[in-house]
């Protein structure tokens, strides 16, 4: 009877635990659901401007519709092919910098990411002293970066200097199978000791802090603020080399999340 009883004393206890952690919910404290028509909301995004980085193609503008829009409930983002300012390419980034910025949590996104060679979509982050420091020493958080030439995988990164201000980075790169089929969740969550990516229900990377130095862990534990953009390729990038046939490209972003 005794052995009895301290079963079903377990068993109750593993109920009622199962019921305690399904009734925690998490906070939600910002997100944007395009749930509206036009540009995107200026309250909460902002833009980069031109030829940003990585001596990629493309020109990112501003407030122009025709490569950033919202529409039947979704963010569009499209990269397409024509002579703007200095470039043959034109695309959009938009960014949180000076409006949002966050830190332990979980930020998640529902995307359907375009495909073709050349293509190069990504949600991610970047430390909110960028800019008045040099990179790596702002620290990046790649939640999710899609590129053609690697249709099967989602890439995941962290990217941070050390304490000798060397570059390091932590990365992984699963096989997803077709993420350009669908819309699917990007995610990571943040803590003061681990930083964990996610495709869907599938977490793929977990970065223990506690076994970075002190200057890298002090890089991933501050605070971020986000981007979201459509890049295009070009030899010697992870974009790759470009083919203009892919062109236009959309890439539709159906909400950004954070929870507390």
Not at 83 to 97: G, L
Not at 151 to 159: F, I, N, P
């Amino acid at each position: 009877m005794k052995i009895r009883g301290g079963i079903l004393a377990i068993m109750f206890l593993v109920i009622n635990a199962g019921q305690v952690k399904s009734q925690i919910k998490r906070q939600l404290i910002w997100s944007d659901e395009f749930n509206y028509t036009g540009l995107p909301d200026s309250t909460k995004w902002g833009y980069e401007k031109g030829l940003v980085r990585n001596h990629e193609p493309q020109y990112y503008t501003i407030g122009r519709t025709e490569n950033c829009s919202v529409e039947n409930g979704c963010l569009v983002i499209e990269a397409r092919k024509e002579n703007y300012k200095d470039s043959k390419y034109t695309s959009a980034s938009i960014t949180t910098q000076g409006k949002a910025s966050f830190q332990y949590g979980r930020i998640e996104m529902r995307a359907k990411v375009p495909k073709g060679l050349g293509s190069w979509s990504a949600f991610w982050m970047l430390g909110v002293n960028h800019g008045r420091i040099k990179w790596p020493d702002c620290g990046e958080i790649d939640i999710m970066e899609y590129v053609g030439k690697d249709s099967s995988k989602v890439y995941g990164t962290l990217h941070y200097a050390n304490r000798l201000g060397e570059y390091e980075h932590q990365g992984a790169q699963p096989i997803v199978g077709a993420p350009y089929d669908g819309f699917h969740i990007y995610a990571v969550e943040r803590n003061k000791d681990n930083i964990c990516f996610y495709y869907d229900s599938i977490k793929y990377l977990a970065v223990d802090l506690t076994k970075v130095d002190k200057k890298a862990r002090k890089i991933l534990d501050g605070k971020f603020y986000l981007l979201i953009n459509l890049a295009l390729g070009r030899p010697g990038t992870l974009g790759g080399k470009l083919s203009d046939g892919i062109l236009p490209l959309k890439y539709y972003i159906d909400y950004v999340r954070v929870y507390k």
